[in-house]
T-cell receptor, first 113, second 111 residues
Framework: NAGVTQTPKFQVLKTGQSMTLQCAQD?????MSWYRQDPGMGLRLIHY???????DQGEVPNGYNVSRSTTEDFPLRLLSAAPSQTSVYFC????????????FGSGTRLTVV | KQEVTQIPAALSVPEGENLVLNCSFT??????LQWFRQDPGKGLTSLLL?????REQTSGRLNASLDKSSGRSTLYIAASQPGDSATYLC??????????FGTGTRLQVFP
């Protein structure tokens, strides 16, 4: 049981480039989310999904796109990378019942130069 | 605005001490609250989950309490060990399926 798997672990992008951060879970969790973690600011929600085909914006969605075509995968796309998107990105998932908590992936450290 | 504050921001203690980490949240309309541990450069590991209807949860040397009406949660760590050194994050869950995080308490336990 791999849990929540994020790839890549590290990435350096040039300003203006696009890329996709991958997130996959093998726990059949309905809910999946993307957070970014910046020094001194805590983790902030970017986008989330409550099931395949359903996504919604979080607190800081600008510059990011998501889609959820399967229960297992929830990729995060950076359309045109900016230095302000330098951060550590975490994917998380959970069952729909709120009696259970979130499981987080190990993160992707992204640097935009 | 939904905000979470964690006090203290940092804590350095000798091994064996009993510790209290505090978390307060401005909006008490939570569904549950999770405590996480984060080691440097690593992901988040869930420690405890408290439902909004519960008062406390225990796991080994960890005990978390919740006072929803006053917007407070406390994590107690008994008989601290050097391996407990990490950043501890609390995160209440709100209706929009949004975890709100504080900036954490950075704990160092020295031998």
């Amino acid at each position: 049981n791999a849990g929540v798997t994020q790839t890549p672990k590290f990435q350096v992008l040039k300003t203006g480039q696009s890329m996709t951060l991958q997130c996959a879970q093998d726990m059949n969790h309905e809910y999946m989310s993307w957070y970014r973690q910046d020094p001194g600011m805590g983790l902030r929600l970017i986008h989330y999904s409550v099931g395949a085909g359903i996504t919604d914006q979080g607190e800081v969605p600008n510059g990011y796109n998501v889609s959820r075509s399967t229960t297992e995968d929830f990729p995060l796309r950076l359309l045109s990378a900016a230095p302000s998107q330098t951060s550590v990105y975490f994917c998380a998932s959970r069952y729909s019942e709120r009696e259970v908590g979130y499981t987080f992936g190990s993160g992707t450290r992204l640097t935009v130069v | 605005k939904q905000e979470v504050t964690q006090i203290p921001a940092a804590l350095s203690v000798p091994e064996g001490e009993n510790l209290v980490l505090n978390c307060s949240f401005t909006d008490s309309a939570i569904y549950n609250l999770q405590w996480f541990r984060q080691d440097p450069g690593k992901g988040l590991t869930s420690l405890l989950l408290i439902q909004s209807s519960q008062r406390e949860q225990t796991s080994g040397r960890l005990n978390a309490s919740l006072d929803k009406s006053s917007g407070r949660s406390t994590l107690y760590i008994a008989a601290s060990q050097p391996g407990d050194s990490a950043t501890y994050l609390c995160a209440p869950l709100y209706n929009t399926d949004k975890l709100i995080f504080g900036t954490g308490t950075r704990l160092q336990v020295f031998p």
